[in-house]
């Protein structure tokens, strides 16, 4: 019995959620009342208008399923109500049956051109009227709910891309620094790369390396190294210069940049603003063997990629420059134009 009642609760909610209603529009209440009576057995809502300049005003508040127009009404002709229905968008796709007291050909022609869906002689056969009216309902409802389907469908289509972008950006960064990772800058490389060959541009890339990073985290622990890998990668990003150019966590300690369009001087010129801007953060550092602040070794290279060439190139020259600058003493920046641009 419970199932059962609840099963029937279910019914009722489909019914509301779906519910047909009916809207006269005609100035005669005999012929209103006799609607009304005819379709009192039914399990559907019914309502009436007799003013048809307040028609459209009363459709609108009601949503009907289908309207019942009279052809001829005092200061506005029923052909012209359709007119007015068909202008509106929400009233557009309701279904209408013109109900004139004549079954005359012109008229019913031109009652189907202005958008009418059907034409009855009034007052129709009870059977007749109400098969007309759950026809034309239920086409009208089935098309709602293919809608609202369609509807709800794009709509989740557009949260799920959304979601999948938001993953998406948050799979290619690094969890600690929030910086791009190493991912990201495989695929920003390898992207940039082919763009430099099709347009016959320089690519340059920057890699660093915090100075005395093992004994950093001896002294002040690893919860205090994170601290330190975030204010580098915070500090770094700062200095970039253009929105084009991608600052990532290559690994470990050490951070990469990647810069398009960009000759060896202009490289040259943002890698001493990265090492300058991570000095300027002054964070200490009482376990570093060149100062006693963090400071970063800095390796610089610039290619001009050609076909059949592969990033690999640039970065063993900047891994090589990178080496350089901390075997000559560190906190230094050091440069190797591989090919000239």
């Known amino acids: 019995m419970i199932g059962q009642a609840k099963e029937n609760e279910a019914d009722v909610e489909e019914r509301h959620a779906f519910r047909i209603t009916v809207f006269l529009v005609?100035?005669?209440a005999m012929i209103a009342e006799a609607v009304r009576r005819a379709l009192a057995e039914e399990d559907l809502d019914f309502y009436?208008?007799?003013?048809p300049t307040e028609?459209?005003?009363k459709a609108l508040e009601l949503e009907p399923t289908i309207i019942l127009q009279d052809l001829v009404m005092p200061?506005?002709?029923g052909l012209t109500m359709v007119r007015f229905y068909r202008a509106n968008p929400t009233l557009a796709q309701v279904p209408i049956i013109v109900l004139s007291t004549k079954e005359e050909p012109e008229i019913k022609s031109k009652a189907f051109e202005y958008g009418a869906n059907d034409y009855l002689v009034k007052l129709p056969d009870k059977v007749e009227l109400i098969a007309r009216i759950r026809y034309h309902s239920r086409a009208y409802i089935n098309q709602m709910e293919r809608d609202e389907a369609f509807?709800?469908?794009e709509k989740s289509q557009k949260e799920l891309a959304a979601a999948n972008k938001i993953?998406?950006?948050?799979?290619?960064l690094d969890g600690l620094t929030g910086v791009p990772n190493r991912r990201r800058f495989d695929e920003v490389l390898k992207q940039e790369w082919q763009r430099a060959i099709r347009h016959s541009t320089s690519l340059?890339?920057?890699m660093l390396d915090i100075d005395f990073f093992k004994p950093y985290n001896d002294t002040y622990g690893h919860q205090?190294?994170?601290e330190c890998l975030k204010r580098v990668a915070k500090a770094l990003e700062s200095a970039a210069r253009r929105e084009t150019d991608t600052i990532a966590r290559y690994g470990g300690e050490e951070f990469a940049a990647i810069l398009p369009e960009t000759g060896s001087k202009g490289a040259r010129e943002v890698a001493e603003a990265l090492r300058a801007v991570v000095e300027e953060e002054n964070i200490p550092h009482e376990s570093s063997k060149v100062s006693d602040h963090v400071t970063i070794s800095v390796g610089v290279a610039t290619w001009l990629p050609e076909r059949g060439s592969s990033p690999e190139a640039l970065l063993g020259a900047a891994d090589e420059a990178l080496y350089k600058s901390k075997e000559n003493g560190r906190n230094r920046v050091t440069s190797r134009e591989v090919k000239s641009d």
């Open 55 to 57: 028609a459209v005003k």
């Open 167 to 172: 993953l998406e950006k948050l799979s290619s």
């Open 151 to 153: 509807r709800a469908l």
């Open 75 to 77: 200061e506005i002709d």
């Open 204 to 206: 340059s890339l920057i």
């Open 26 to 28: 005609d100035d005669q």
């Open 224 to 226: 205090g190294g994170d």
């Open 48 to 51: 009436y208008c007799q003013d």
